[in-house]
Structures are given as C-alpha cells and as structure tokens.
C-alpha cells in the first residue's frame, strides 16, 4: 500500500508539472509573438541585438506571474499580454547589460548579444527593450491610471535592478561579505521584478491592499530561492541545460550563497585553499573543479536547499489568502517544484 501512495503521488507530481509546463509554453508563444510583433523595426541591427534572447527562448517565469497574480482575482487576462510581455523585455534588458559587465559568453545556448556583436550595440540594445517596455504597457486593455501606476513601477523596479547589479559587483572585490549582505544584494537583482510581476498582476485584477501585499511577498520569497537555485545549478548543473558554463561565478569571484557558506564553514587548510584559487586572477579549469569540491565539501549545497525549501514554504504561504482557483493551484505547483528544476 505504501509503495503504490508513493507511485500515485509520483504520478501526479508528473502530471502536475506537465500541466505548469504546458501553461508557460502557452504564455511565452503568446508573450512571444506580441514582442516580436511590437518592437520597433526601424533599424535593422538594432532589431535583431534585441530581439536575440526572445527568439533563443526562456521559461518566462516573469509573465507566468503577472498573468496568475491577475487571475487569482479576475478573468481575461489577454488584456494584459502587452503588460507581461513590458516586464520580459525589461528583464531581458537587464540580461544583456549583465552579461556585458560579466564578460558572459553564453546565454540560453546561444552567443551573448555583445559577442554576436558588439559591445556598444548590446548595450543601445538593452537601452532600447527598457524604452519598448513603457511603450508595451500603453497597448494593455486598462484603466489609464493603472497604466500609469505601473509605469511608475516599472521605473522603481528598473531602479533597483541596478542597484542589485552594482552591489554584486562590488561584492566580487569585497573580501568581507556575508550571507545578509547576499540576501539584500539578491533581494534586488533577481527577487524585485519577481515581486514586481506579482504585483502588476494583482493591481491589474484590482485587488485590495492587503491581498497585493502577499502577492509582493510570494514573489520576493520565490525571487531569493530562484536566484539560490541558479546558484546551485551554476555549480553543480549541466551545462547543456543550464545554458551558461557551469563553474562561471566562480571564476568571476562572484559572491554566491555558496562560495559565503564555504567560506564561513570551510576549516584549515581546505578554506585556505578555495580563498587561494579565489585570489587568482586567472583559474584554470583545474582550479575552478577543485573549488567546486570544496565548496561541496562544506555543505553548502545542502545548506542551499534547506533555505529554498523555507523560503518557497514561505511563499506559498502567502497564497492562503486568496479563494482557491486554478491558478492558485499553478503557482502553488511552480514554487513546490521549482527547487527540482534543472535550468
């Protein structure tokens, strides 16, 4: 008996997460197409910079959120497909720049925009998304105030978008960084625009005060344990799925919830050799799997997961406020399993 509970439950966890995945594919063809059918055409290499990241794909977390938030709530959320697809070009924005100051050479499996390019173009490129986005948000069937409310958000979102990144840079230099630190510096880079999402989408489907506020509150929590995620997978995924070089932020000397929980729990001489390879302004791929050893050996992946489990507990917590609906149920399902994911 207990071995066919454990079956059933497998069997619905698949079926379940078929479902999620079929509902993102369906939001992305549609976010997609508006995109594609709305930037402006003007100047063609321009256009194509881009526009590069949309046509490689993505899971388009982003618009799953505002179009679920808005359905908690209300219907037709058609009528705002231009307002999620404002919100991915704005994080595909924040995409080129990062990958410019990262020197990335891969993303989503394809060339970064500055090396398919060049390094000026890719950035007028991202210049030119962060515009399209306000643009975007003029076609959506709402009320002009709304519209202008999240303008204004996406202003403050943009605004702290930056401000994460810097802190991440800064912090690649910083020897005394700690996990507070990495948690308010990914509060911003990653977590905001997933706050951000669930907002609009609740603002859009005129909720109350109260109810927006748990919609901020699910996507911070799930922001923070998506961007631990990525951590873990940068690490420790496939290259092939995850879409980047695996074992990047290390040589980048990015300051991860891994690399921080390492440092802090890493005895002698093994924390004196991963600050060692740390210090080398050129690692070699010898260097970078040692350090992933080490940084195993720490336990700071299962550290990871501990948190992520928490704070995705947390988030779906926050859900309990809202009547029980379908897509309730969907991003209940995507932040239970989204700790499984591979990329």
């Known amino acids: 008996m207990v071995r066919k509970a454990i079956t059933e439950i497998k069997v619905k966890n698949l079926e379940e997460m078929s479902v999620i995945k079929k509902n993102l594919e369906e939001i992305a063809k549609k976010v997609d197409e508006f995109i594609l059918k709305n930037l402006s055409k003007k100047v063609l290499n321009l256009l194509n910079s881009s526009q590069h990241y949309i046509i490689a794909g993505g899971k388009r977390l982003r618009p799953f959120f505002i179009l679920k938030s808005y359905s908690l709530l209300a219907e037709n959320n058609e009528k705002i497909i231009p307002v999620a697809a404002a919100v991915e070009i704005l994080h595909t924005f924040s995409l080129i ?3 410019i100051m990262d020197q990335d050479l891969f993303r989503r499996n394809v060339p970064t925009v500055h090396t398919k390019w060049n390094e000026a173009l890719a950035i007028l490129a991202g210049d030119f998304l962060l515009s399209q986005a306000f643009i975007f948000v003029d076609h959506a069937i709402i009320h002009q105030d709304i519209k ?4 204004l958000e996406l202003g403050r979102v943009s605004s702290k978008l930056c401000e994460g990144q810097a802190l991440d840079i ?3 230099e910083r020897v005394n960084v700690s996990i507070k630190d990495y948690m308010e510096m990914v509060a911003l880079k990653t977590a905001a625009l997933f706050e951000t999402s669930a907002f609009i989408g609740g603002l859009c489907a005129n909720a109350s005060v109260s109810q927006i506020e748990s919609l901020k509150e699910f996507g911070n929590k ?3 344990s998506f961007q631990i995620i990525d951590d873990i997978l940068g690490l420790i ?7 980047k070089p695996i074992g990047s932020d ?8 891994l690399l921080l929980y390492a ?7 093994k924390k004196s050799n991963l600050i060692s390879i740390l210090n080398k302004k050129e690692k070699t791929s010898e260097d970078i799997n040692k350090g992933i050893e080490l940084i195993k050996d720490s336990g700071a992946i299962e550290s990871a997961k501990k948190i992520v489990k928490n704070l995705l507990d947390e988030a779906i917590s926050k859900l309990e406020v809202f009547p029980d609906s379908e897509a309730k149920k ?3 399902i995507l932040a239970n399993f989204s700790i499984q994911r591979t990329f």
């Open 97 to 99: 720049h990062d990958d």
């Open 148 to 151: 202008y409310r999240i303008m």
């Open 170 to 172: 800064v912090f690649e």
């Open 222 to 224: 799930f922001g923070i």
């Open 237 to 243: 995924g496939e290259e092939k799925i995850f879409g």
């Open 250 to 257: 290390l040589r980048e000397g990015k300051k991860t919830y």
């Open 263 to 269: 440092l802090e729990h890493l005895k002698h001489p």
């Open 330 to 332: 969907e991003l209940q």
